[in-house]
């Protein structure tokens, strides 16, 4: 993902201004998906409009200009969405922690593993909510912009939660020197 793809998206939904635009990255984006600050957006607004891909469509005080997306800009963002997608360097350094957990003593990595499924149960349960306040995530336009990533978040929340109680209950087996009981009942 790029930050371009971030403020056409945004841009899309509803014109707005670099400030607006800020505050944007400061809640929900920032927080679960990609975070800029105003000392990117504002240079990156200048690319697109010098791209053709946004225009300014209203000038306020004090300099302040608000911002839309053209024709040009919405079809870069679809095209980009509608990518599939290449990843040429994978850096994800949650899943190396899982590569690696091993290189922990068991009751470490069963210490870690607490932590990620109260991590993802909280996360999860902070979603639910959003969801339950916001309605349907089929909604268009501002009121469900971010719904539809929010049910994908909680889900992945709820997955990593399974899977950390599950590598919970695989270590405790082990240490109790019962893998086989553990084993079968993890098949049935």
Same mark, same amino acid.
């Given at each position: 993902?790029?930050?371009?793809? $971030?403020?056409?998206? =945004?841009?899309?939904?509803?014109?707005?201004?670099? !400030?607006?635009?800020?505050?944007?990255?400061?809640?929900?984006?920032?927080?679960?998906?990609?975070? $800029?600050? *105003?000392?990117?957006? !504002?240079?990156?607004?200048?690319?697109?409009?010098?791209?053709?891909?946004?225009?300014?469509?209203?000038?306020?005080?004090?300099?302040?200009?608000?911002?839309?997306?053209?024709?040009?800009?919405?079809?870069?963002?679809?095209?980009?969405?509608?990518?599939?997608?290449?990843?040429?360097?994978?850096?994800?350094?949650?899943?190396?922690?899982?590569? =690696?957990?091993?290189?922990?003593?068991?009751?470490?990595?069963?210490?870690? =593993?607490?932590?990620?499924?109260? *991590?993802?149960?909280?996360?999860?349960?902070? =979603?639910?909510?959003?969801?339950?306040?916001?309605?349907? $995530?089929? %909604?268009?336009?501002?009121?469900?912009?971010?719904?539809?990533?929010?049910?994908?978040?909680?889900?992945?929340?709820?997955?990593? *939660?399974?899977?950390?109680?599950? $590598?919970?209950? %695989?270590?405790?087996?082990?240490?109790?020197?019962?893998?086989?009981?553990?084993?079968?009942?993890?098949?049935?």
């Amino acid at each position: 993902m790029s930050l371009s793809h $971030a403020l056409l998206g =945004l841009l899309i939904v509803e014109p707005r201004s670099g !400030y607006e635009l800020t505050k944007a990255f400061e809640a929900d984006i920032g927080r679960y998906a990609w975070q $800029a600050g *105003h000392t990117s957006i !504002y240079p990156e607004l200048g690319k697109l409009a010098e791209a053709g891909l946004i225009e300014v469509t209203h000038e306020g005080a004090r300099g302040s200009r608000t911002y839309a997306a053209t024709d040009a800009g919405r079809d870069e963002l679809r095209t980009w969405l509608l990518r599939r997608p290449q990843q040429s360097k994978v850096r994800n350094e949650d899943v190396l922690r899982m590569f =690696l957990i091993s290189a922990l003593e068991p009751a470490d990595a069963i210490t870690m =593993l607490r932590g990620i499924a109260q *991590h993802t149960a909280a996360g999860a349960a902070e =979603l639910r909510q959003i969801r339950e306040l916001n309605g349907p $995530a089929t %909604q268009r336009g501002p009121a469900g912009f971010g719904l539809l990533a929010a049910e994908f978040g909680l889900r992945q929340f709820d997955a990593i *939660h399974g899977w950390a109680q599950w $590598a919970i209950e %695989q270590l405790e087996a082990t240490a109790d020197g019962s893998q086989d009981g553990a084993a079968a009942r993890s098949v049935g």
